[in-house]
């Protein structure tokens, strides 16, 4: 087993700390893992002197132990991740174990006093991003709002005792795929990485506001998170049949109608019909442009009856027409 030790009490130390046990040929804040430890990276990049985002993308070739130190200072730390973490509280440290149990995404909050032990196992794939606030960046804030304290103080505390029940937003999951796995094609510098853990971490701040209300995220079931998932994954493979219906989608996962729709357009921005109608689009895409087949032979495979339609809805969601011919 691989076993790291260190806290987040300076950035620019914990970067050097681990491009030494890593990567000590690198000068680049992307930190690659030597093939016997793990295949990916961690990326360390300071916001600003106090606002830190670490990112993690790798898959553990061997066991590797993470002991975070606790420090005096309490600093908050946003752990957003699509991986699982069982997690065991003690008086003064967290003990973490990876977990093959299914998630979409999910979001923990903790302080930097409490420490933690993280037990990564061998074959295990680790996707995450944190960010960390120094307590100076938000200790005058705090100060004049004893209210928005206690409400951050509660989120850390709930983070942990109901962690299968919170989940990632849409916006919140999309940011995270933006940075942890960012779009080859954009061109990837500081700014990139900072401009998207900025926008995450407002929404950090927006659901701390929110989360005493009915859209408290602690609230959400994990299993009903999950038959969402299910479902959508049932629509992109059979997007050769006709849409179902939400009233049949919804007792596949064993879920009233309204709580259903209302919880489907929360995590995918898009209604069951929207998100089927433009799964069968990429699809046929796909098909045209990559895989050169026909347009009869994609409304012959995706089950469309009516050319014009399917021209016209082709070209409002990709501004052109599905002509191989162009």
């Known amino acids: 087993m691989y076993k790291y030790s260190f806290d987040f009490s300076d950035i620019d130390k914990l970067r050097d700390y681990f491009r030494s046990q890593l990567d000590p040929n690198s000068s680049s804040d992307r930190i690659y893992f030597p093939p016997e430890i793990g295949e990916g990276y961690l990326s360390y990049y300071k916001i600003s002197s106090e606002v830190f985002l670490l990112v993690n993308n790798y898959k553990a070739n061997a066991a590797i132990e993470y002991i975070r130190r606790p420090i005096d200072e309490k600093d908050i730390i946003l752990h957003f991740r699509k991986y699982s973490l069982d997690h065991q509280l003690e008086k003064d440290q967290i003990i973490s174990r990876y977990s093959d149990g299914y998630t979409p995404g999910n979001m923990r909050c903790m302080h930097a006093k409490q420490g933690e032990q993280v037990f990564i196992t061998k074959g295990a794939v680790v996707k995450s991003t944190m960010i960390v606030l120094k307590s100076s960046y938000t200790k005058d804030y705090f100060m004049k709002s004893n209210n928005m304290a206690e409400k951050v103080d509660s989120y850390i505390r709930y983070s942990?005792?109901?962690?299968?029940?919170?989940?990632?937003?849409?916006?919140?999951?999309?940011?995270?795929?933006?940075?942890?796995?960012?779009?080859?094609?954009?061109?990837?510098?500081?700014?990139?990485?900072?401009?998207?853990?900025?926008?995450?971490?407002?929404?950090?701040?927006?659901?701390?506001?929110?989360?005493?209300?009915?859209?408290?995220?602690?609230?959400?079931?994990?299993?009903?998170?999950?038959?969402?998932?299910?479902?959508?994954?049932?629509?992109?493979?059979?997007?050769?049949?006709?849409?179902?219906?939400?009233?049949?989608?919804?007792?596949?996962?064993?879920?009233?109608?309204?709580?259903?729709?209302?919880?489907?357009?929360?995590?995918?921005?898009?209604?069951?019909?929207?998100?089927?109608?433009?799964?069968?689009?990429?699809?046929?895409?796909?098909?045209?442009?990559?895989?050169?087949?026909?347009?009869?032979?994609?409304?012959?495979?995706?089950?469309?009856?009516?050319?014009?339609?399917?021209?016209?809805?082709?070209?409002?969601?990709?501004?052109?027409?599905?002509?191989?011919?162009?």
């Open 160 to 326: 942990h005792q109901h962690i299968n029940k919170f989940y990632l937003s849409y916006k919140q999951s999309n940011l995270f795929d933006q940075i942890v796995d960012p779009d080859s094609k954009k061109v990837e510098n500081y700014l990139y990485y900072v401009a998207r853990g900025i926008r995450l971490l407002e929404t950090f701040w927006k659901d701390v506001l929110k989360w005493e209300t009915e859209s408290n995220p602690f609230q959400i079931n994990s299993a009903q998170v999950g038959n969402i998932y299910k479902v959508s994954n049932y629509l992109k493979e059979n997007l050769h049949e006709p849409f179902v219906g939400v009233d049949q989608l919804a007792a596949m996962a064993h879920m009233s109608r309204t709580n259903f729709f209302n919880m489907f357009k929360e995590i995918h921005d898009q209604t069951p019909l929207e998100f089927f109608n433009n799964k069968k689009l990429e699809s046929s895409y796909n098909m045209i442009f990559s895989d050169g087949l026909s347009i009869k032979e994609v409304m012959d495979t995706l089950n469309y009856s009516n050319s014009s339609k399917f021209k016209k809805a082709f070209f409002n969601k990709f501004d052109i027409y599905p002509d191989t011919n162009l």
